[in-house]
């Protein structure tokens, strides 16, 4: 074989492989898009990893559900959901400062990037988010998500109550039903490679 034939070759198979891993790419981002486009996340931070911080995390925690879980109980989509977080900040701020036992206590609501996460049932691959975002002092402690639409943080079958309101391929992929584990691990990998790239601007 004559070299410009064997770098011909060489070259092809570079332009294959750079096609597909763009493919790929551009599918896992669109995956992932879709699937963060469905959900809502709530994130509890702490002040520190000290017991008494963390057991304030959850007291904090579960102020802010007891407010939520009935006004989100009936949302419908997405848009319902978030009209009803963007309506009810003060009210979960007064809850979790309620909770917060004098400690700062900052609520807000927009995009967050989440690493992959494991539910009963389900994973959620790394990502951005809408989030409504609930930090304690300087939130430098362990913290707590889960998602808040649909309202599955108080739910015994938090995977049943996704189904509904996620397309069936997407519903698929996060619980890696029908052997969707390698697709599930492309776009966890691609969320975790976004979430680095943004970590480092």
């Given amino acids: 074989m004559d070299k410009s034939r064997h770098l011909y070759i060489w070259e092809l198979s570079a332009l294959i492989t750079l096609c597909v891993c763009l493919l790929t790419g551009l599918w896992a981002q669109g995956r992932e898009a879709s699937i963060a486009g469905q ?24 102020a ?11 949302a419908k989509s997405i848009g319902e959901a978030g009209t009803i977080l963007e309506a009810s900040l003060e009210d979960v701020r007064a809850a979790a400062e309620s909770a917060a036992e004098g ?32 930090v304690l002092g300087e939130g430098e402690g362990r913290n707590w998500w889960c998602v808040v639409f649909p ?13 509904p309101v996620m397309n069936p391929e997407d519903y698929a992929l996060i619980t890696r039903a029908d052997g969707w584990q390698l697709r599930f691990r492309i776009v966890e990998l691609w969320g975790e490679l976004m979430e680095k790239l943004e970590s480092e601007k």
């Fill in 39 to 62: 959900l809502i996340r709530l994130h509890v931070l702490a002040v520190s990893d000290e017991p008494a911080e963390q057991a304030v995390k959850l007291r904090v925690r579960d």
């Fill in 64 to 74: 802010v559900l007891e407010v939520l879980s009935p006004r989100l109980g009936g």
């Fill in 103 to 134: 400690r700062r206590v900052r609520v807000t609501l927009g995009e967050e990037s989440y690493p992959t996460r494991d539910y009963a049932g389900f994973s959620l691959p790394a990502g951005r988010y809408r989030s409504l975002r609930v």
């Fill in 151 to 163: 309202p599955v943080c108080l739910s015994a079958v938090q995977r049943e109550a996704l189904r």
